[in-house]
């Protein structure tokens, strides 16, 4: 599990590379100045190779370890404050069902002035995954089905909602909605499939393997 301090320089730090993210996207320098700068972060990308690893999740689902959900959360690259691919979403429950907000930057955007549309599949698939939560026995994505109400607009705190909806042996059903305000911007279905033991093992092997190489 990371120090809280190291956490605490890891979100300021993934903090400021969203930011030059955005201005990579969305700023028109010089080529002497731009060459600079990529100078100075090809130095700064080159400091990490000397660094030890840190250590990687190895819980998932119904048997996540506490230390392992804080280290989801930190560096998803959908909610990781940590994580500089992250918008990032925040995430929590209220009266049985799971909330978030997100406000979305240019390096997210698909039509002009518009969220990519894959991105917002992705947060929904992140809700609805926490919401799963609720059957007691979470699992892992079976089938997404999101429905564009209207475009998603940039540079705009987003809503989220997502609900459990019943459980039918292994399958788990959620749903979701996401708002500008008071404006639908789009909804979702997904069902998820807890896994049996042996899958869970077969998992579990895989990252396992990935962490040896």
Do not use: C
């Amino acid at each position: 599990m990371e120090d809280n301090d190291i956490l605490r320089e890891k979100r300021r730090a993934g903090a400021a590379l969203r930011r030059i993210i955005d201005g990579i996207i969305t700023k028109h320098p010089e080529v002497d100045t731009m060459a600079a700068l990529a100078d100075r972060l090809e130095v700064l990308a080159d400091s990490f190779n000397s660094m030890p690893d840190k250590a990687v999740r190895t819980s998932f689902g119904h048997r996540i370890s506490a230390e392992d959900v804080r280290d989801f959360i930190e560096f998803s690259p959908l909610t990781g404050s940590a994580n500089p691919v992250a918008a990032p979403l925040r995430l929590w429950t209220d009266n049985g069902r799971a909330v978030g907000s997100v406000t979305f930057g240019r390096s997210f955007e698909g039509a002009p002035g518009v969220v990519h549309g894959g991105f917002v599949a992705a947060i929904f698939d992140e809700i609805l995954g926490f919401a799963q939560g609720f059957s007691g026995r979470p699992g892992m994505t079976g089938t997404l089905t999101i429905t564009y109400r209207a475009p998603t607009p940039l540079l705009t705190e987003l809503r989220i909602e997502g609900s459990y909806d019943g459980t039918e042996g292994r399958k788990i059903h959620t749903s979701g909605k996401l708002y500008a305000g008071d404006t639908l911007l789009a909804e979702a279905r997904g069902l998820f499939i807890s896994l049996t033991d042996e899958q869970y093992a077969s998992v579990a092997a895989m990252q396992n393997s990935s962490t040896d190489d």
